[in-house]
């Protein structure tokens, strides 16, 4: 989205947040640091103006980010009480996705819901659901979006709480400032935040060294398995139902798994495979070095995303037959 086409997105959001009196936030399915730190923002941004958002997941917020301020208000999704504030809302804002069918057991009440719906999100190839589209994919992460878009907007923007949670999402996003899409004027805004009070240790202790031991148990098994596939160009994790059965671990443990894929050396294409534990289907993470893009590989698989980390998930099918799948379609995308 072009910068101007992005200021009248601003402007449009502006209007329909000032007249809305019920607001609704959500993000997709299985959420992250960027979903959950974009939401708790906006969320303690509309509470300063005055308003009281109803924050709403299909997914319960994982534990290393249990420590955002605010984050008890984000209730589980539950039909008989949620679908009501849904229908009644003047406005929806969803983050961090574009993707209807992303936002799990909400996309139905969503749907059908007369409110003004607003997406912001960063990533590539946004579906056509919302009434007003805020995208930018050069952007490193929603967070950082709803930054620019919170500046525009003025008012009580600059809290220690709205700086923490940006800080969480910016961060888990681009792998503590490790991707290609860090910038300069990133370091900028995280240099802001960082001056409003946001105790950088303290984050990273909290997102990255407060896991159970069932996720360790877990990770050590999905690295002792670990397969090398043309000639070391393809690196290959797998996570059978099983494993969550024997280490204990949840499906929101598997976080940061996919980045291993590309630790070792040669590897330009990483896939993390995993049959999911309690909503069936397989949920699979591609991941390339600088120069490979992944997104058009997730595409073939129903799935979508960044140019270097993309995701898909398959409703059903056997696991071992779409390993085997992607080791061969892998093959059109190295080099």
Known sequence: MQHSDLRTAFQQAQQVLCQSHSVVLTSHIHPDGDSVGS?????????????????????????????????????????????????????????????????????????????????????????????????????????????????????????????????????????SFAYSSVGPDVHRTVAELVELGVDVAAVHEHVFQSWSIARMRLLGEVLAAMELYHEGRLCLLVIPREAFLRTGALEEDIEGFAQYTLSVRGVQIGLLVVELPIEGGIKISFRSRSGITVHEFAAEFGGGGHPNAAGARIPEGDLQDICHRLVERARAYLR
Request: glycine share 6%; aromatic share 8%.
């Open 39 to 175: 939401v708790l923002a906006l969320w303690h941004y509309l509470r300063a103006q005055g308003k009281a958002p109803v924050v709403v997941f299909h997914s319960p917020v994982p534990a290393p980010l249990r420590f955002l301020p605010g984050v008890e208000v984000i209730r589980r999704y539950a039909a008989e009480r949620d679908a009501a504030d849904i229908a009644a809302a003047d406005a929806i804002v969803v983050l961090d996705t574009s993707e209807l069918h992303r936002l799990g057991a909400l996309a139905e009440a969503v749907a059908r819901s007369p409110a003004a719906k607003l997406v912001i999100d960063h990533h590539l190839q946004p579906q056509p659901f919302a009434d007003i589209t805020i995208v930018d994919p050069a952007a490193c992460a929603t967070g950082e979006l709803l930054w620019r878009f919170l500046r525009f907007l003025g008012g009580p923007y600059r809290t220690p709480e709205i700086a923490l949670a940006l800080y969480t999402a910016i961060m888990t996003d681009t792998g």
